[in-house]
């Protein structure tokens, strides 16, 4: 018994296909109601074993935004550089909102996760994912709310704790940029940039067994083709 209408269920399809990494922002502030139910989707996101690790650092302090975008500037470099020879076209990418958003979050893995076992005996990364999916929520309600959102990678997390003062054994996970902006991108923009492209779905969906390894996205270095799977007696 689906207690959605099928308006219901195209909206949810709609958002998910809609969803954008954004890079460009309007320097306009989110209404604080708006941000509350944004941060309250995230907090609605499933956990392992109901451990709900995320945590939620809004940065509001100007000084500590430049000095966000200075770590992240720093990673930005280093990235390229170990690139190699698509430095240049990296150093051409706009990766990152800091400066222009109209909220800076950072996303974090709280500390003392050690002692939450259940779920995690065997998969201790399990923490991350759970802080994974509060971030998808928040993605998703910022979508359909018309608001933009870009994760943030590029930072060296050991750094980001101590500028954050974050306790030992805690962790930054993401830098998140949300706002306003001009126009949602029609397509991934390391899409229309060329720098990637999707990868066909049924190359990744296997049956049973681990089969051949899908060919990487365009741009991408091709590995060796793997040797053809054994079957099963």
Known sequence: MNEFTAQDIEAVYRVIAARRDMRHFLCEPLDEPLLARLLAAAHLAPSVGFMQPWRFIRIRDAALRG???ALVESERQATARALGEREDEFMR???EGV???GELLVAALMDGRERFVFG???MPEMDLASVACAIQNLWLASRAEGIGMGWVS???PERL???LRMPEGSRPVAVLCLGRVPGFYPRPMLEEQHWAQRCELKDLVMTDYWSDAPAPPSGLPRAAPAPAA???P
């Open 161 to 163: 704790r101590t500028l």
């Open 120 to 122: 995690r005996r065997t």
């Open 67 to 69: 000095a966000i975008h």
């Open 93 to 95: 990418l706009k990766v």
């Open 99 to 101: 400066r222009e958003c």
């Open 154 to 156: 590029l930072f060296d």
């Open 230 to 232: 054994t079957p099963a």
